[in-house]
């Protein structure tokens, strides 16, 4: 069992739900530098997407280069942000968009880590419920 002061410090949960909103704000209006500058580039970070599965930076760059309609609406809901220690924390949230007149409801997670350069996503899942 962790220790309580181990699980989310409220300082790290401050600076991980700050970036988090940092990024989906730059997903809305489709800043490709801003998402990029906030996932980890390397070839070990993951992306699993509603239609993809991107293995590395060079690939999830890729992907959003050329997504066919970049501006995604959706409103978010049930975010929550757990820190592990000082460098580690998960970000989880659901969402709703609608999609060709159709609403449909969605869930994201991703694993942020510290690295000497700031906090990065190392790995990343979206997906949609069943309609």
Request: charge should be negative; charged fraction near 25%; proline fraction near 5%.
């Amino acid at each position: 069992m962790f220790p309580p002061t181990y699980l989310n410090d409220p300082t790290v949960m401050t600076e991980v739900t700050d970036l988090y909103l940092k990024y989906e704000e730059a997903l809305c209006n489709n800043n490709l530098d801003v998402m990029d500058s906030l996932f980890w580039d390397a070839p070990e970070v993951v992306r699993f997407g509603i239609t993809e599965n991107l293995y590395g930076g060079d690939e999830i760059r890729k992907f959003r280069q050329n997504r066919p309609n970049p501006k995604i609406e959706r409103e978010i809901s049930n975010l929550k942000v757990v820190t592990f220690g000082k460098d580690t924390a998960t970000v989880t949230l659901e969402f709703r968009r609608i999609i060709n007149g159709v609403e449909r409801f969605g869930r994201q997670s991703q694993t942020w880590y510290r690295f000497t350069e700031g906090w990065k996503v190392v790995s990343a899942h979206v997906s949609l419920l069943p309609v």
